[in-house]
């Protein structure tokens, strides 16, 4: 802050005017609160402010290690696992690479099945009708056996 930024302030804790900023009154809520907590820190029992720095000490002591330590093998494991991963990661693409081929296999399996499925039904029925109207005129032999034979070409004998 510059000398020209900078005004006088009543200081009410000393009574007097001092260089500085005008109080926030968000900053002086903070201030309050943190000093709040200092001073309910500092009413702790002894017992109760031992146990505070046990703890602390603790974290420090043994949680940081352990955690640095358990960094260190994640990236031991790390370096010792990934040709493995490459492997799979390789595998997995071939894999996939082949599901893709066969679904493009299959599906122009299915829709030359649907296209040998449209020129094959009509000429199915046309079968079945055929074949239908063969069986009427058999029937219609079988009722009345007739048998034309043809010596010349305009003598018929029947039987």
């Known amino acids: 802050m510059s000398e020209q930024d900078s005004q006088f302030v009543y200081n009410a804790s000393h009574k007097q005017f001092v260089k500085g900023e005008l109080p926030n009154p968000r900053n002086r809520a903070e201030n309050s609160r943190d000093e709040q907590v200092c001073d309910s820190i500092l ?41 493995y991963m490459d492997q799979v990661a390789n595998r997995t693409l071939s894999i996939l690479t082949n599901v893709d081929r066969s679904t493009v296999g299959a599906n122009d399996m299915v829709q030359g099945a649907v296209s040998v499925s449209e020129m094959a039904v009509p000429a199915m029925q046309a079968a079945i009708n055929q074949t239908a109207q063969l069986l009427t005129r058999v029937e219609q032999l079988a009722a009345h056996p007739v048998l034309q034979l043809s010596v010349e070409s305009g003598t018929h004998l029947a039987r």
């Open 43 to 83: 009413k702790l029992s002894p017992l109760v402010q031992c146990s505070c720095v046990c703890c602390l000490f603790f974290i420090l002591a043994v949680y940081i290690p352990v955690s640095l330590l358990f960094m260190s093998s994640a990236e031991r494991v790390e370096v010792y696992v990934r040709p």
